[in-house]
């Protein structure tokens, strides 16, 4: 607190010299970042015509070529040997047959449960289901997992660290509960349902005999034929008392490739151009749901990939008038966010210019709409903000300055703690910058009812609100491109 007492201090005394400390030609630039500019662009990308934009699909692809003869017009340079495009072979998963049998109970996939797991089955295997509970070491010592179907009770525990750790203590395969009531683990049965179709898109990987089913904690205990309480009781220090049951499961995989593409356009610098900044958004979101229904992804992240489409139009500006920036600057539109961040984590991967040379990178994902949190403040003029002091204490300091100088919005910092149970620090793209140590800053503007939702649509974007968002994200880039020392690596990624 105290320390969030002494910044408010020192930028309060900057925030009463702002008005000389402005660049008339900053500002300038960042009044080209207008919001008739962002509308037109986002009721393109956001249109019925592009079907929600999945990844792999056609209206990804019209994304992509949207932003790629944006780029070419405003005469910025593709990066990867001449084209804008870096593509990317990925692969979809698909168990066209999952089934699990309990007792004389045959499970239904995706009403029942849900599978997490991987596996290539020739025939039906038969297994005893015992109940393991908490996967603590007392509890391993009761009871036996060696070729057995284990029932984890895993509320509270990251899962796949629980799940890695039965697996290679020789189960057989896994059924679990991560979460308490019917309705929770409905809204994830009904979205894999909806995905079922498509099948789950990630990097090729060999075959793991590693089935997970996901269950209810209701369902466990149907299992099991136990009052939920009196399961949740054992689950801590006598699973043995759990009487075991007959199981059998059958998992046939299929796989196909799917290609896609990350769009990126670069303006080179001055006598800075060998580091680069790269100003990233996600252009894909989750395409037709199982009603047929379009999400549109207007704010998730439509408003986002704009944004990075008028940045680069205001860098543009300023080149063309000879304020080029010293340092070079990559606008990248990554694919794959909604599948796992797996246009990122590509590029990171294989990045087009070396990770070494890339001084930050900025993440802008959700800008365009007011969350629960603001709807009834009495002043909306906000945004959040991610990561900004996590690997340079300098960065947020700079944003700081930038947003008193030229814009003023609230900088609310609610979602940057380390104990943060949304976990928004890992679930946008600048994740796989900031696991390279690359200092990153995410803009977001938090979640709302329409999110992942048919109801995500261009009008009900805050056009004005999103505007000076954006414009002070030019401005911080603006600095980060042209001061005169990169910012300094001083903290851990220690998320």
Do not use: C
């Amino acid at each position: 607190m105290k320390k969030r007492i002494w910044i408010s201090g020192a930028f309060g005394f900057l925030l009463s010299l702002h008005l000389s400390a402005q660049d008339a030609g900053v500002v300038k630039y960042a009044s080209t970042i207008t919001a008739s500019d962002l509308e037109k662009h986002l009721t393109y990308l956001a249109s019925d015509e592009l079907e929600g934009r999945n990844t792999g699909d056609k209206g990804q692809k019209m994304a992509a070529e949207y932003l790629v003869e944006f780029y070419k017009g405003l005469g910025l340079a593709g990066p990867v040997d001449g084209s804008y495009l870096q593509k990317f072979n990925l692969v979809s998963v698909s168990y066209p047959v999952v089934s699990l049998t309990v007792g004389k109970q045959k499970l239904v996939n995706n009403e029942d449960f849900v599978f997490l797991g991987d596996g290539d089955l020739k025939k039906a295997t038969k297994a005893e289901l015992v109940f393991l509970g908490l996967a603590s070491e007392e509890n391993m010592k009761k009871v036996d997992v060696k070729g057995k179907l284990v029932g984890l009770w895993a509320i509270g525990a990251r899962s796949q660290t629980v799940i890695e750790d039965i697996m290679k203590a020789g189960a057989a395969g896994i059924v679990i509960v991560t979460m308490e009531g019917q309705a929770n683990f409905d809204r994830i049965a009904n979205r894999y349902k909806s995905l079922s179709g498509s099948g789950r898109l990630g990097f090729e990987e060999p075959t793991k005999q590693e089935p997970v089913f996901l269950v209810s904690s209701d369902k466990m205990a149907a299992l099991f034929d136990t009052p939920v309480e009196t399961l949740k009781e054992a689950a801590k220090n006598n699973p043995e008392s759990i009487k075991a049951q007959k199981a059998g499961y059958l998992v046939k995989k299929q796989n196909k490739v799917v290609p896609t593409e990350n769009v990126m356009a670069y303006l080179e610098g001055t006598d800075k151009k060998e580091e680069v900044l790269v100003i990233s958004s996600h252009y894909d979101h989750v395409g037709i749901n199982s009603k047929g229904e379009i999400n549109n992804g207007a704010d998730d992240d439509g408003s986002g990939t704009v944004s990075v489409m008028e940045i680069a139009e205001a860098f543009v500006v300023a080149a063309k008038e000879g304020k080029k920036p010293r340092r070079s600057v990559l606008f990248l539109n990554v694919t794959g966010e909604e599948k796992g961040l797996l246009g990122s984590e590509y590029y990171s991967n294989n990045p087009v210019f070396p990770l070494a040379n890339t001084v930050n990178n900025i993440n802008i994902d959700m800008v365009g709409r007011i969350d629960y949190e603001y709807q009834n403040a009495e002043n909306k003029d906000y945004v959040y903000v991610i990561g900004s002091e996590m690997l340079s204490s300098h960065l947020k300091v700079i944003n700081e300055y930038n947003n008193i100088t030229y814009t003023n919005l609230i900088l609310d910092y609610r979602y940057d703690a380390a104990d943060d149970p949304n976990r928004f620090y890992y679930r946008s793209d600048h994740y796989n910058f900031a696991k390279h140590n690359i200092p990153v800053i995410f803009f977001f503007n938090g979640v709302h009812d329409d999110y992942h939702q048919p109801t995500d649509t261009v009008e009900k974007i805050e056009f004005p609100l999103m505007t000076k968002r954006a414009k002070l994200i030019f401005h911080t880039a603006w600095d980060l491109a042209n001061r005169a020392e990169r910012t300094p690596v001083n903290g851990t990624n220690d998320r």
